[in-house]
């Protein structure tokens, strides 16, 4: 297994890891987000003010992303930061009332996925971006087009739908 599967691997297990800390709901008021992890106060005052700054709802996570490069620069282990960060917004995002339990959970879910991505898929040298892992919930029959389309162009399933998508966006 390459490096690069091997991190997408162990970032997906460690999604479902952080996804799974939201837990079921709580009550009909909102979602149990479980214990948090044992303070460590630099740490945590690094990763509140990234997830409170208003960058992390318009700008695709840019302060979350320096957040990470910074703890990770201190040698705070990448699982370690990917429960904080889910520790930190989980609390947020139950105290919100304009969302349903399942609205809630889709959120804790989302965010943990970005930081996933982030904590996993760190900016390399001469890489200008991050790339972030999207899941996306397709219906079984949209899904084995999706196998059919990529084997028909001789492709990865994920390479054909990063082409798809680029071509739809290249034609708006």
């Known amino acids: 297994m390459g490096s690069r599967t091997a991190r997408l691997v162990l970032a997906?297990?460690?999604l479902a890891l952080a996804a799974g800390s939201v837990g079921p709901a709580a009550s009909a008021a909102g979602i149990d987000c479980g214990k948090p992890p044992a303070p460590r106060p630099e740490a945590d005052a690094v990763l509140t003010q990234a997830i409170l700054s208003p960058q992390l709802d318009t700008n695709a996570s840019t302060a979350l992303a320096s957040a990470v490069r910074r703890l990770r620069s201190q040698g705070v282990p990448r699982p370690e930061i990917v429960d904080r960060a889910v520790a930190t917004y989980c609390p947020l995002v139950a105290r919100d009332e304009s969302l349903t339990p399942d609205r809630q959970r889709e959120a804790v879910r989302r965010f943990a996925a970005t930081l996933t991505s982030l904590v996993y898929d760190p900016i390399e040298p001469g890489q200008g971006e991050t790339a972030f892992l999207l899941s996306l919930p397709v219906r079984p029959a949209?899904?084995?087009q999706i196998d059919?389309?990529?084997?028909k162009a001789g492709k990865t399933r994920?390479?054909?739908?990063?082409?798809?998508?680029?071509?739809r966006l290249a034609g708006d």
């Open 158 to 167: 994920e390479a054909w739908i990063l082409e798809a998508i680029q071509d």
């Open 12 to 14: 997906l297990l460690v």
């Open 142 to 144: 949209l899904s084995l």
């Open 148 to 151: 059919a389309a990529a084997a």
